[in-house]
């Protein structure tokens, strides 16, 4: 599975980016499609995930900021990330787990920066 993210850059405080990740494969391949982001010095974290039916999870830090979508015809997860704050800043990695799988795929990451 390869992916292909896009989307990141750079932005002032309470701007707004949305975030691309399309993955190659059959259509409805993927149980589990997210977003993770990580700081220097700090551990990957979850900022959203989506499953195929559509429960959507996030993290409670970006909950009403941030929202999760996927086009699964397309194998595609989208972030629309709203209000963004400087401790947004991160390089935000695509995940995507598929169906009877333990182990999923993450994608390169796309940097994200928030200025204030």
């Known amino acids: 599975v390869q992916l292909q993210a896009s989307g990141g850059g750079l932005v002032q405080a309470g701007g707004s980016l949305r975030l691309s990740c399309a993955a190659s494969?059959?259509?409805?391949?993927?149980?589990?499609m997210g977003w993770y982001r990580q700081t220097p010095g700090k551990q990957r974290e979850l900022v959203a995930t989506a499953s195929f039916g559509g429960n959507m999870n996030y993290a409670d830090s970006v909950k009403g900021r941030f929202s999760i979508s996927r086009d699964n015809a397309k194998n595609t997860v989208y972030l629309q990330m709203n209000s963004l704050k400087p401790e947004d800043t991160a390089v935000y990695y695509c995940y995507i787990l598929r169906w009877g799988r333990s182990l999923g795929t993450w994608g390169q990451g796309t940097q994200v920066t928030v200025s204030s």
């Open positions: 494969g059959s259509s409805g391949e993927f149980n589990l």
